[in-house]
């Protein structure tokens, strides 16, 4: 993952099927701004956007190589807006290797600020690119699901994915 600071500017959308349902991919010339999950069925798509498929090529393409199970990390440039305390947190999400999870008390020891658990979850849950930065693979201390914004069965299916696909390597 690469990350760009985020200058403004257009915002292209392309829609993306996925297992977990029709994904709303959206960025900027900077990168990958959003990944959002589908709200009863149907895409969010940002009303401030254009549809670009050409655009959104290689986006679609690495997502694809995913959920094919020939893809393990992404080299995407990534365009996240949050405060710092967000960009650190996501930054720490790109450092658990795939089919692998952690708690929230381990990615607020990796980030160095051991009491902010909390802040952490919060910080996870504000995630706007989910997936690429793999925000289901926190879990609760006791190894509990918790919290995610595509819901709990798409962090079950993901989880399971990546594990499935981890025991064939």
């Not at 999400?93 to 009491?115: H, V, W």
């Amino acid at each position: 993952m690469t990350w760009q600071p985020l200058a403004g500017g257009e915002y292209w959308h392309e829609v993306l099927e996925s297992p977990l349902g029709p994904l709303v991919l959206v960025a900027t010339r900077d990168g990958l701004d959003a990944i959002r999950f589908a709200r009863n069925g149907q895409p969010d798509l940002p009303a401030d956007s254009m549809h670009a498929p050409g655009r959104l090529a290689g986006y679609v393409q690495q997502l694809q190589e995913y959920f094919a199970g020939t893809r393990e990390a992404f080299e995407l440039p990534l365009a996240p807006r949050g405060t710092a305390f967000q960009l650190l947190a996501w930054r720490a999400l790109g450092s658990i290797p795939f089919g692998e999870t952690r708690s929230y008390a381990d990615q607020a020891r990796a980030i160095g600020r051991p009491k902010a658990v909390r802040a952490v979850g919060a910080a996870n849950g504000a995630n706007p690119i989910p997936i690429v930065i793999p925000c289901h693979r926190v879990i609760g201390s006791d190894g509990s699901l918790t919290g995610f914004g595509g819901g709990l069965d798409a962090k079950r299916w993901l989880l399971g994915f990546e594990s499935r696909q981890r025991s064939l390597l």
